[in-house]
Nanobody, 116 residues
Framework: QVQLVESGGGLVQAGGSLRLSCAAS????????MDWYRQAPGKQRELVAT???????HYADVVQGRFTISRDNTKNTVYLQMNSLKPEDTAVYYC??????????WGQGTQVTVSS
């Protein structure tokens, strides 16, 4: 079983930055891809960014150029650096582990609120 613990959410003004962290209970080398999703009130959960075990990254168009996903294999942690935040980025952010060995797991989520 994989446990994921997110942190780093909070309240920030528009134009500001936050860095989210997702710490995994297993080595990232056993996880094929890590995703960050978000869900705003009344909306469906959407994929924000992905990083594969090989280090390839993919972003949703709405965050391309503003968000950066990265990983620290020594800490079994994935990060989401969010810059130039907008009120529409307000959501609960979740990390998800996709592993052929362990299956798929979600973290508990962390709230990000961007004020205008």
């Amino acid at each position: 079983q994989v446990q994921l613990v997110e942190s780093g959410g909070g309240l920030v003004q528009a134009g500001g930055s936050l860095r989210l962290s997702c710490a995994a209970s297993v080595t990232l080398f056993s996880i094929n891809a890590m995703d960050w999703y978000r869900q705003a009130p009344g909306k469906q959960r959407e994929l924000v960014a992905t990083i594969t075990s090989g280090g390839s990254t993919h972003y949703a168009d709405v965050v391309q150029g503003r968000f950066t996903i990265s990983r620290d294999n020594t800490k079994n942690t994935v990060y989401l650096q969010m810059n130039s935040l907008k009120p529409e980025d307000t959501a609960v952010y979740y990390c998800k582990a996709n592993s052929r060995k362990w299956g798929n797991y979600w973290g508990q989520g962390t709230q990000v609120t961007v004020s205008s």
